[in-house]
Every structure is written in structure tokens, then in C-alpha cells.
């Protein structure tokens, strides 16, 4: 018996992709939106497992809104990179599954690791 509960978070920042030719190899922003997949088997007496709460408030303290992230990571900003890191830091307090970071509507990267 097992539950997955997703939780989602918009940030804003600037990047862009060093070794890159391309569009990308220039600043530019996204808002960016991080979704968080956890796994859980068992609930408590009020019938939920993590409350949506504190995961969300989590989350939002750890996104880096409104930064330029090439200057606070020492990784290269990819949606890929990012959905790693994200998933490392929350995996520290809550039992992460899977973390998609959506660059735009339309194209996102997973990171899981399973
Ligand atoms: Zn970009």
C-alpha cells in the first residue's frame, strides 16, 4: 500500500547554458515549475501522510526565485541539473520520489533514482 503525493512550486530566475551554441548561450529568465513526487505508505489518525503545508513551504524556501543561477550554482542551470539538486536537497526531509523542473509549458527534464 502506497500513496505518491505531488506538490508544485513556481520561481522566476535568470540562466544560461555555458558550452552551449545557441539561443541559450545568452541570459534570459523562466519561470520555472518544480514539481515534487513523494512516496508514503502509511497515514496518520487524521488520514494524510505529509502535510501539503509543510512540504509546500519547504519547497519555497529552497527554490531560488529571482536569482541569477549560473552565479549561485557551481553546476551548469539545466532543467536536468536542476531537478538533480532540487531532488537532493529535498530528499533531506522528505521522501522524494521524483522531481520534474518545467523550463516552459511545453518541455520539462525528471530526475529520479529509481
Ligand atoms: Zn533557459
Request: proline fraction near 3%; aromatic fraction near 12%.
Given at each position: 500500500m502506497?500513496?505518491?503525493l505531488?506538490?508544485?512550486?513556481?520561481f522566476?530566475?535568470?540562466?544560461f547554458?555555458?558550452?552551449y551554441k545557441?539561443?541559450?548561450?545568452?541570459?534570459h529568465?523562466?519561470?520555472?515549475?518544480?514539481?515534487?513526487y513523494?512516496?508514503?505508505n502509511?497515514?496518520?489518525?487524521?488520514g494524510?501522510?505529509?502535510?501539503?503545508?509543510?512540504?509546500?513551504?519547504?519547497l519555497?524556501?529552497?527554490?531560488?526565485?529571482?536569482q541569477?543561477?549560473?552565479?549561485i550554482?557551481?553546476?551548469?542551470?539545466?532543467?536536468e541539473?536542476?531537478a538533480?539538486?532540487?531532488?537532493?536537497?529535498?530528499?533531506?526531509k522528505?521522501?522524494?520520489?521524483?522531481?520534474?523542473?518545467?523550463e516552459s509549458?511545453?518541455?520539462a527534464a525528471?530526475?529520479s533514482?529509481?
Open positions: 502506497s500513496w505518491e505531488v506538490v508544485k512550486q513556481k522566476s530566475a535568470a540562466h547554458l555555458e558550452n545557441g539561443k541559450c548561450e545568452k541570459m529568465g523562466h519561470t520555472f515549475q518544480v514539481d515534487v513523494l512516496r508514503v502509511k497515514l496518520d489518525k487524521v494524510i501522510s505529509i502535510d501539503f503545508k509543510n512540504i509546500m513551504e519547504y519555497k524556501s529552497v527554490l531560488p526565485d529571482h541569477v543561477l549560473n552565479e550554482f557551481d553546476f551548469s542551470p539545466s532543467a541539473n536542476l538533480r539538486h532540487f531532488f537532493h536537497l529535498i530528499k533531506r522528505y521522501p522524494v520520489s521524483k522531481v520534474i523542473v518545467w509549458e511545453n518541455a525528471s530526475y533514482e529509481e
